[in-house]
C-alpha cells in the first residue's frame, strides 16, 4: 500500500537555523516524491520533485531509498520559509497521495 | 495556460441534505483529476481520482461520490449530508509526465449544520 508519513505536526527554528522536514513513504515500486508549500491565504504549490534534484528557494530534498525517505533541508531558515509543508508521492495507477503536513514555524 | 475552478468557496448545508460541489479545468485536454479532503492534523485525503470520462477510482469508503460527466468536469456529491462530512474539500488536477504537478483549485469549506 503507499502511505507517506511526516512525523512532526509543527516545526518551530530560529532564523539562520538550519531545517529539517521529514518524509517517509512505503511504496513496493519505484515511486515520484514531491514537496509541496501552502503559504498563508494561498494555495497549495509544488515546491521540488526529486526527479529534477533541483534547489528552490535553498530548498533541497533527497530520494534515499534504502531509507524509504525525503526529507527537505535547508542551512539557513528565513522567516518567509513559514508555511505548512507537504511531502506527496505518486505512484502506480495515478495515485497522488499526501502526507499530513508539517508547519514550519520560523522565528526572528 | 491551464487554470482550475472550482465552486462554491463556501457552503453551508442541513443535515441529509445533497451536495454537489463541481471542479471545472481549463486549457487542457483528458486531465487527471482528484479530489481531496483537507483537515487539520490529517493532511490532504484522497478521496477520489479520474483519469477519463465516466472512469472513478475511490479511496475512501464513506457517504461522498464522484462523476466524471464531461472530460474537464468533476464533481463531488452526496445524497444525504452528515455532520462528518463538514470540512474543507480540494479539487486538483495532475499534469503527468517529465514534470509532474498538481494544480489545486481554491477549496471549498463545506459546514453541515
Known amino acids: 500500500a503507499q502511505r507517506v508519513t511526516q512525523p512532526e505536526k509543527l516545526l518551530s527554528v530560529f532564523k539562520g537555523a538550519p531545517v529539517e522536514l521529514k518524509c517517509n513513504y512505503s511504496y513496493s515500486g519505484s515511486p515520484e516524491l514531491f514537496w509541496y508549500v501552502q503559504y498563508s491565504r494561498q494555495r497549495l504549490q509544488l515546491l521540488l520533485r526529486?526527479?529534477s534534484r533541483e534547489s528552490i528557494k535553498g530548498f533541497t530534498a533527497d530520494l534515499n531509498k534504502g531509507e524509504t525517505s525525503f526529507h527537505l533541508k535547508k542551512p539557513f531558515a528565513q522567516e518567509e520559509d513559514s508555511a505548512m509543508y507537504y511531502c506527496?508521492?505518486?505512484?502506480?495507477?495515478?495515485?497522488?497521495?499526501f502526507g499530513t503536513g508539517t508547519r514550519l514555524k520560523v522565528l526572528a | 495556460s491551464q487554470t482550475i475552478h472550482q465552486w462554491p468557496a463556501t457552503l453551508v448545508q442541513p443535515v441529509g441534505s445533497p451536495l454537489s460541489l463541481e471542479c471545472t479545468v481549463e486549457?487542457?485536454?483528458?486531465?487527471?483529476l482528484y479530489w481531496y479532503r483537507q483537515a487539520a492534523g490529517r493532511g490532504l485525503q484522497l478521496l477520489f481520482y479520474?483519469?477519463?470520462?465516466?472512469?472513478i477510482s475511490s479511496e475512501v469508503p464513506q457517504n461522498l461520490s464522484a462523476s466524471r460527466p464531461q472530460d474537464r468536469q468533476f464533481i463531488l456529491s452526496s445524497k444525504k449530508l452528515l455532520l462528518s462530512d463538514s470540512g474543507f474539500y480540494l479539487c486538483?488536477?495532475?499534469?503527468?509526465?517529465?514534470?509532474?504537478?498538481?494544480?489545486f483549485g481554491q477549496g471549498t469549506r463545506l459546514t453541515v449544520v
Open positions: 526529486h526527479i
Open positions: 479520474s483519469v477519463g470520462i465516466g472512469q
Open positions: 486538483a488536477w495532475v499534469r503527468q509526465g517529465k514534470n509532474t504537478e498538481a494544480f
Open positions: 486549457g487542457t485536454s483528458n486531465p487527471n
Open positions: 506527496a508521492l505518486l505512484g502506480g495507477t495515478y495515485k497522488y497521495i
